[in-house]
């Protein structure tokens, strides 16, 4: 398998990087396995590679429909954060972030986490009270967090407009230091070559078609490439989750699926070195190290499972950036592009054992998964190896919107477009 | 997106507001089935393909609509008001 270093590059550049090394295996799928994992995404591969390094499970395959990394792993603005108010929120997410801070070591792999900071920009007094109090529940959680005044930011974000003038000016900001971004693929690669090193099957362009049962256990999945059975089936499919629940029977379940819009501008040089969010509206910002400036904004408002949003979603997240940035009014979009979000009731996501017997769910990341990447497949491999919940995922429950026992940050109830 | 208002014709959908699923019936409200409240409240059918939905003209006539549109190709199947208006007839 390939080993990467600056022996390795020197050599494959003399040799005309002919010699290249695929980074995992293309098996064929095994009648059975002891655990299936359906979904090749960033949360399926880092279950099955924390099922092999922390549970020693290695009968294992993921399944992917399309190729490994082609869902939202690959779709979002690369955030890695843990600026949350709630206790069950900033404990998970903060372990994400430790888990972040070791990734490239323990991966061997380059995911290339850079903690430049998130600088959450406030635009009045109420939402400055707001922020400070979250960023004491940070501190006061194990976090880190920092109230930066106008002038301080200015000294740190330069092209930002602050002046007395714009349509929302900025009266201070909330920056975690620790939080920052990371290379979205390199994660998916590095979790995949990871598992595979350890035995797990990588099974792309394998699509579930519907489940296996005996009596009321799911035993297996059929797929495009025939039955495969398992003791146990995990699922990490994000915004298919509806979808996938349907081939179960389940056909209603605390989820709707919507469309997020991303964009990514033409190379600039170095511009802006932290993230920056704009809380005059909802938009989030960073500079990619090949120089375009990454940012999206709000859900377009609808249901959807359509990979594509519409223009009135793309004017309104332009005219933040240039709100918040005058000087970028002229630069030229490169891309922009959409993924499929599977939003929860209260905002939260569900990493439990069920809803039916030998099935283990791992949905409703509304659009923060990219961040929840680590913890999310490590609580949940812990969940699936033990048939019990890991204490950080405890709290991400199915039942609790039956038990009215929701981890809703916002506060915006069962609206999911708001979360 | 365009959506055909049965006011206005067809316009933008910026003019628009998502009010979500069409498909969900509140229980009695003196119900104390927590299954049926949590139905309600909670469960969503969320399909690829058609689905029912309202939407109001809030930039507008300001009607609430019921709208049935395709989930997977943003394609608009049906748009009528979300219920019948006074005097005309005319129903969902």
């Known amino acids: 398998m390939a080993e990467y270093s600056a022996l390795s590059l020197l050599k494959n550049a003399l ?42 499970i290695t009968n294992v395959a993921v399944i992917e429909k399309s190729w490994l990394g082609s869902g939202n792993i690959g779709r979002n603005t690369t955030i890695v954060r843990s600026n949350y108010l709630l206790p069950d929120s900033i404990r998970f997410y903060d372990f ?17 986490f850079s903690q430049r900071g998130v600088l959450n920009l406030a635009h009045n007094p109420g939402q400055a009270d707001a922020y400070i109090r979250r960023g004491n529940a940070m501190r006061h959680g194990g976090g880190d967090a920092l109230w930066l005044t106008r002038e301080e930011i200015a000294r740190k974000v330069p092209g930002l407009d602050l002046s007395g003038s714009a349509r929302f000016p900025v009266v201070g900001g909330l920056l975690q230091q620790r939080a920052g971004t990371a290379r979205h693929d390199a994660v998916a690669w590095g979790y995949a070559r990871g598992a595979d090193r350890r035995g797990v099957d990588l099974i792309e362009n394998c699509e579930v078609t519907g489940f296996l049962r005996d009596g009321d256990r799911i035993v297996g999945v059929e797929t495009s490439r025939g039955e495969i059975r398992a003791r146990k089936v995990g699922l990490a499919v994000a915004g298919s989750t509806g979808r996938v629940l349907k081939l179960a029977g389940i056909d209603s379940f ?12 033409e190379a600039l040089k170095p511009f802006v070195d932290c993230v920056v969010t704009f809380g005059g509206g909802h938009l989030y910002m960073s500079q990619s190290d090949k120089g375009g400036l990454v940012f999206g904004g709000s859900l377009d408002y609808y249901n959807s499972y359509a990979q594509r949003g519409n223009l009135p979603t793309v004017e309104d ?13 002229r630069l030229r979009l490169l891309r922009s592009w959409g993924g499929v979000m599977d939003m929860s009731m209260d905002g939260s996501p569900i990493i439990t054992k069920g809803p039916l017997p030998g099935i283990y769910l791992n949905c409703g990341w509304c659009y923060g998964g990219f961040k929840a990447t680590p913890a999310s497949g490590f609580s949940f491999a812990h969940t699936i190896a033990r048939d019990e919940p890991h204490a950080i995922n405890a709290p991400y429950t199915l039942s609790r919107f039956e038990r009215g026992a929701v981890i809703d940050e916002t506060g915006h109830g069962p609206t999911p477009k708001l979360h | 997106m365009l959506i055909s208002c049965p006011h206005c014709g067809p316009r933008d959908l910026a003019e628009f507001s998502y009010q979500g699923d069409a498909t969900r019936i509140r229980p009695d409200p003196a119900s104390t089935d927590a299954k049926a409240w949590y139905g309600y409240v909670y469960a969503r059918p969320n399909p690829a393909g058609r689905h029912r939905e309202f939407w109001q003209h809030a930039g507008g006539c300001r009607a609430h609509l019921l709208v049935v549109r395709d989930t997977l190709t943003h394609e608009i199947y049906e748009v009528t008001f979300a219920r019948p208006l006074p005097g005309t007839g005319e129903t969902a």
């Open chain 1, 96 to 112: 994400s972030v430790k888990l972040w801070e070791n990734l490239s070591h323990e991966l061997n792999y380059n995911v290339m």
């Open chain 1, 317 to 329: 997240v332009m005219s933040e950036i240039c709100a918040m940035f005058p000087s970028v009014a």
């Open chain 1, 15 to 56: 040799s005309g990087n002919r010699d290249w090394k695929p980074a995992w295996r293309k098996p064929a799928p095994k009648p059975s396995y002891d655990v299936i994992i359906v979904g090749g995404g960033g949360h399926g591969l880092a279950t099955a590679y924390y099922l092999a390094a922390e549970h020693g």
């Open chain 1, 254 to 265: 605390p989820i709707e699926s919507h469309v997020l819009q991303a964009f990514v501008s």
